[in-house]
């Protein structure tokens, strides 16, 4: 754990394969994000064994002590004699806010932030975390809402 508001957890034995002759443990690494304030969002990012790492049993996840300012996490390998280091990317806070009108299903942003991707947007209708592919979807600049929101 962090000092602030971020978590990690080790788990060496997943991401697993067997066949007749092999076991092979690479392991994943769970970062897990919760933010502090009037809404509360949770954002996880899951951490698996580079894909230029060779052998088998990596035990990818065996430790991973994170520094105090939350800045940097050191993943241990054992299995593969490495560690690993993921420093965090930060992104400026952005938002927009439109009144819905129980009419309209399409929402333009692109004249008011920026993303690279769909899974920097956090979509709150009447204070309700929405599901992207579930409540809402992304077509180019847009969130569009199968029905309009009230």
Same mark, same amino acid.
């Given at each position: 754990?962090?000092? &602030?508001? =971020?978590?990690?957890?080790?788990?060496? $034995?997943?991401?697993?394969? =067997?066949?007749?002759?092999?076991?092979?443990?690479?392991?994943? %690494?769970?970062?897990? +994000?919760?933010?502090?304030?009037? /809404?509360? +969002?949770?954002?996880?990012?899951?951490?698996?064994?580079?894909?230029?790492?060779? @052998?088998?049993?990596?035990? +990818?996840?065996?430790? %991973?002590?994170?520094?105090?300012?939350?800045? =940097?996490?050191?993943? @241990?390998?054992?299995?593969?004699?490495? %560690?690993?280091?993921?420093?965090? #990317?930060? +992104? &400026? !806070?952005?938002?927009?806010?439109?009144?819905?009108? $129980?009419?309209?299903?399409? *929402?333009? *942003?692109?004249?008011?932030? %920026?993303?690279?991707?769909? /899974?920097?947007? #956090? #979509?709150?209708?009447? /204070?309700?975390? &929405?599901?992207? $592919?579930?409540?809402?979807?992304?077509?180019?600049?847009?969130? /569009? !809402?199968?029905?309009?929101?009230?």
């Amino acid at each position: 754990m962090g000092d &602030q508001t =971020w978590a990690v957890v080790g788990a060496p $034995g997943s991401e697993f394969t =067997w066949n007749a002759t092999t076991y092979t443990r690479a392991g994943s %690494v769970f970062v897990i +994000f919760n933010a502090i304030g009037g /809404n509360s +969002f949770t954002q996880t990012q899951i951490l698996v064994v580079p894909p230029t790492a060779s @052998g088998i049993n990596h035990e +990818f996840g065996f430790s %991973v002590p994170m520094s105090r300012d939350e800045r =940097w996490i050191y993943v @241990g390998a054992p299995g593969a004699n490495k %560690v690993y280091a993921y420093a965090r #990317v930060d +992104f &400026q !806070f952005q938002s927009v806010q439109y009144v819905a009108d $129980g009419s309209t299903t399409q *929402y333009n *942003y692109a004249n008011h932030i %920026v993303v690279d991707t769909g /899974n920097q947007f #956090v #979509v709150l209708v009447d /204070n309700d975390i &929405q599901t992207l $592919g579930v409540d809402y979807v992304i077509v180019g600049n847009s969130i /569009n !809402f199968p029905m309009a929101p009230q």
